[in-house]
């Protein structure tokens, strides 16, 4: 009967996506090419997608000539803030297109284009990610998402009544108690899902609480998806403890989605079908969007450092092999009273507020908090007043927040920025 359950999902959600499995089966087709097939195929992309952003935005337009890819200017997140409007292409119906805002993993919340195409276009790579744990369509999946947005109706996971027959559950995970994960652990047992897929920070405090606390977990579990952040050793191993399965890492970002994910023998394939990616002298990657006609992203610099390797991988693919570096890094903040907030609260928090360039967040005490931005101009007292009412009800009326506006946010040695850092332990 489970069996069949999950056919009867994924015949219904066929008949009521069948442009994303249309996409899903292209995808699937590419990952069955040799390796020179898809490097192949993956220049013929790239000549088309140069091709069409001269032609049709005005940004590229004036920048793009007839050079080389590698000869082409980086794209920075602040090119993409002052130049919004001639990123998007001339042909748009701009009464249809959609401005989605990043995590700001950073601490530079950015605006992009987005539309329906795109959305589907990325749950069919994520779908083929999910594949490469065993999984198939129509089989159940639960998210724990630290995104609000997301979560909300009609959002990347909130679809509604589709989302049963999409065998997918998702609990919102932006903030959250002991007492809740307690109801996590039920709805895991209850629900019985093959796959978990969550922010690294979350899948890891949960499954450091499931250990603690002796959770009885179903065996149905047959991978767990950590995406949005970095994945540290010390987390995948605490995961794979407690959920009793392996752990896959995925790379990729809200403006540039599925660029990579690890396959069962752990080595992280580059999506050639979707990207093409470059590394610097100092590490940097470089990623172009070879799918996003809508908003080019060409030679975008999203701020991680990774190595692209020659060798193959014993499982069997032909997309090449990535070696992630020191890559988007943020703490946990943890209030006096217990609750746990994910560091995309803030970026979410701040990303409509134009005049805020950057911004760091530093929780010294267990109740106190520092919100340090970096603006342009000067930040309205309405706005100020604003964000200190919402952090008191969102987080904690007791805590003590300060506001500062600063010149200039320090990196790391690594050259990061850490918009979150809890330095109160």
Same mark, same amino acid.
């Given at each position: 009967? !489970?069996?069949? *359950?999950?056919?009867? *999902?994924?015949?219904?959600?066929?008949?009521?996506? !069948? $442009?994303? @499995?249309?996409?899903?089966?292209?995808?699937?087709?590419?990952? +069955?090419?040799?390796?020179?097939?898809?490097?192949?195929?993956? %220049?013929?992309?790239? &000549?088309?997608?140069?091709?069409?952003?001269?032609?049709?935005?005005?940004?590229?337009?004036? *920048?793009?000539?007839?050079?080389?890819?590698?000869?082409?200017?980086?794209?920075?997140?602040?090119?993409?803030?002052?130049?919004?409007?001639?990123?998007?292409?001339?042909?748009?119906? *701009?009464?249809?297109?959609?401005?989605?805002? &990043?995590? $700001?993993? &950073?601490? %530079?919340?950015?605006? @992009?284009?987005?539309?329906?195409?795109?959305?589907?276009?990325?749950?069919?790579?994520?779908?083929? +990610?999910?594949m490469m744990s065993g999984w198939r369509p129509g089989e159940k999946i639960l998210n724990f998402w630290g995104a609000r947005q997301d979560t909300q109706i009609g959002g990347v996971f909130n679809a509604g009544w589709t989302d049963f027959i999409a065998a997918e559950k998702t609990i919102a995970a932006f903030a959250y108690t002991e007492r809740q994960?307690?109801?996590?652990?039920?709805?895991?047992?209850?629900?019985?899902p093959l796959l978990l897929q969550g922010y690294a920070s979350v899948l890891a405090e949960f499954a450091r609480f499931c250990l603690a606390t002796r959770q009885a977990l179903p065996k149905t579990l047959r991978g767990v998806y950590s995406t949005a952040e970095v994945l540290g050793a010390e987390q995948r191993?605490?995961?794979?403890?407690? @959920?009793?399965c392996k752990v896959f890492n995925q790379y990729g970002c809200r403006e540039i989605p599925n660029?990579?994910?690890?396959?069962?023998?752990?080595?992280?394939h580059v999506f050639t079908d979707m990207v093409y990616l470059e590394t610097l002298d100092d590490e940097r990657l470089i990623v172009t969007s070879l799918t996003n006609r809508l908003m080019p992203f060409i030679r975008y610099d999203l701020g991680d450092s990774a190595q692209l390797l020659d060798d193959t991988c014993a499982c069997g693919s032909p997309f090449p092999l990535l070696a992630m570096g020191l890559c988007r890094h943020n703490d946990i903040i943890r209030t006096a009273r217990g609750k746990i907030i994910h560091p995309s609260y803030f970026s979410r928090l701040l990303a409509h507020l134009p005049q805020i360039r950057q911004f760091q967040c530093? %929780?010294?005490?267990?109740?106190?908090?520092?919100?340090?931005?970096?603006?342009?101009?000067?930040? !309205?007292a309405d706005i100020a007043a604003t964000l200190r009412a919402r952090i008191a009800s969102d987080l904690d009326p007791q805590m003590n927040f300060?506001?500062?506006?600063?010149?200039?946010?320090?990196?790391?040695? +690594?050259?990061?920025?850490?918009?979150?850092?809890?330095?109160?332990?």
């Amino acid at each position: 009967m !489970p069996g069949l *359950r999950h056919r009867l *999902r994924h015949w219904l959600h066929r008949r009521l996506r !069948p $442009g994303r @499995f249309a996409l899903l089966d292209a995808l699937l087709h590419t990952q +069955s090419l040799s390796r020179r097939e898809v490097l192949h195929k993956q %220049q013929q992309d790239l &000549t088309a997608i140069l091709a069409h952003a001269r032609q049709h935005t005005a940004y590229y337009a004036d *920048r793009l000539g007839g050079a080389s890819i590698d000869a082409l200017p980086i794209l920075t997140k602040e090119d993409i803030r002052q130049h919004l409007p001639d990123l998007l292409v001339n042909s748009a119906d *701009r009464s249809q297109v959609k401005l989605g805002h &990043t995590g $700001g993993s &950073t601490g %530079q919340p950015l605006a @992009f284009w987005y539309d329906d195409a795109k959305h589907e276009l990325m749950r069919a790579g994520m779908c083929r +990610s999910y594949m490469m744990s065993g999984w198939r369509p129509g089989e159940k999946i639960l998210n724990f998402w630290g995104a609000r947005q997301d979560t909300q109706i009609g959002g990347v996971f909130n679809a509604g009544w589709t989302d049963f027959i999409a065998a997918e559950k998702t609990i919102a995970a932006f903030a959250y108690t002991e007492r809740q994960m307690h109801a996590w652990a039920t709805i895991v047992r209850t629900y019985q899902p093959l796959l978990l897929q969550g922010y690294a920070s979350v899948l890891a405090e949960f499954a450091r609480f499931c250990l603690a606390t002796r959770q009885a977990l179903p065996k149905t579990l047959r991978g767990v998806y950590s995406t949005a952040e970095v994945l540290g050793a010390e987390q995948r191993a605490l995961i794979e403890q407690a @959920f009793g399965c392996k752990v896959f890492n995925q790379y990729g970002c809200r403006e540039i989605p599925n660029i990579a994910c690890e396959c069962r023998h752990g080595r992280m394939h580059v999506f050639t079908d979707m990207v093409y990616l470059e590394t610097l002298d100092d590490e940097r990657l470089i990623v172009t969007s070879l799918t996003n006609r809508l908003m080019p992203f060409i030679r975008y610099d999203l701020g991680d450092s990774a190595q692209l390797l020659d060798d193959t991988c014993a499982c069997g693919s032909p997309f090449p092999l990535l070696a992630m570096g020191l890559c988007r890094h943020n703490d946990i903040i943890r209030t006096a009273r217990g609750k746990i907030i994910h560091p995309s609260y803030f970026s979410r928090l701040l990303a409509h507020l134009p005049q805020i360039r950057q911004f760091q967040c530093i %929780q010294s005490a267990p109740d106190q908090l520092t919100l340090n931005l970096v603006i342009a101009g000067e930040l !309205p007292a309405d706005i100020a007043a604003t964000l200190r009412a919402r952090i008191a009800s969102d987080l904690d009326p007791q805590m003590n927040f300060a506001l500062n506006t600063v010149d200039e946010i320090p990196r790391t040695a +690594s050259g990061k920025h850490r918009y979150v850092i809890n330095a109160s332990h």
